[in-house]
């Protein structure tokens, strides 16, 4: 028989992840990887109107190095692979608002009484880790990891404490610290 031509066309690009996902706003540059499938070694990447070098790592994986200005504001930005058939579906990174403590003041104690004092924090890539100085040995904190961290004890003294408190989120950001003073009052 006569031989016959099979064509295989290439696919256009999908994207199936990004790594990270998220950031905080006012972060620093980063490299992100693109995971997939139908990427060729000459695969574009955009950033919404904004071009990134893509390195091509295989059929499924690219990695772009994404510069600070880009993650400079909260919001999202649209990330598209292109190759030469054709461009993938979007796919969407976001950019937390800056961390930030929110709590300004701490409760007031009474020496031997329990104390519970919660800070809080908004913003950020969630994952927090909590670093609080400055606390007498009969009190401490819990690093939960939340939005909301306790210092919790019994007040051995009626001293006037001052703490310093500053959180992390997950890419590094950081708030604080935060100088608090805990008022204790003597036992009646």
Same mark, same amino acid.
């Given at each position: 028989?006569?031989?016959?031509?099979?064509? &295989?066309?290439?696919?256009?690009?999908?994207?199936?992840?990004?790594?990270?996902?998220?950031?905080? @706003?006012?972060?620093?540059?980063?490299?992100?990887? !693109?995971?997939?499938?139908?990427?060729?070694?000459?695969?574009?990447? @955009?950033?919404?109107? /904004?071009?990134?070098?893509?390195?091509? &790592?295989?059929?499924?994986?690219?990695?772009?190095?994404?510069?600070?200005?880009?993650?400079?504001?909260?919001?999202? $930005?649209?990330?598209?692979?292109?190759?030469?058939?054709?461009?993938?579906?979007?796919?969407?990174?976001? &950019?937390?608002? @800056? !961390?930030?403590?929110?709590?300004?003041?701490?409760?007031? $104690? /009474?020496?031997?009484?329990? +104390?519970? $004092?919660?800070?809080?924090?908004?913003?950020?890539?969630?994952? +927090?880790?909590?670093?609080?100085?400055?606390?007498?040995?009969?009190?401490? +904190?819990?690093?939960?990891?939340?939005?909301?961290?306790?210092?919790?004890?019994?007040?051995?003294?009626?001293?006037?404490?001052?703490?310093?408190?500053?959180?992390?989120?997950?890419?590094?950001? !950081?708030?604080?610290?935060?100088?608090?003073?805990?008022? !204790?009052?003597?036992?009646?």
């Amino acid at each position: 028989s006569s031989p016959l031509t099979f064509t &295989i066309n290439q696919a256009s690009p999908d994207i199936g992840g990004l790594s990270p996902a998220v950031t905080t @706003m006012g972060g620093a540059a980063f490299t992100m990887t !693109i995971t997939g499938q139908y990427f060729t070694p000459t695969s574009t990447v @955009m950033w919404g109107s /904004t071009p990134l070098t893509a390195t091509y &790592i295989s059929q499924s994986q690219l990695t772009v190095p994404v510069p600070a200005a880009l993650v400079a504001t909260a919001g999202t $930005g649209v990330v598209t692979v292109t190759n030469s058939v054709g461009t993938s579906g979007s796919a969407t990174f976001t &950019i937390n608002p @800056m !961390i930030k403590i929110t709590t300004t003041t701490l409760p007031a $104690g /009474t020496v031997g009484n329990p +104390y519970s $004092g919660p800070i809080s924090a908004t913003g950020g890539s969630p994952g +927090y880790t909590w670093t609080v100085t400055g606390l007498p040995s009969s009190m401490t +904190y819990s690093n939960t990891f939340d939005s909301t961290m306790t210092i919790t004890g019994t007040p051995a003294s009626s001293d006037a404490i001052s703490v310093q408190v500053s959180v992390m989120d997950t890419v590094g950001v !950081i708030a604080g610290p935060v100088n608090y003073t805990i008022n !204790i009052a003597a036992a009646s």
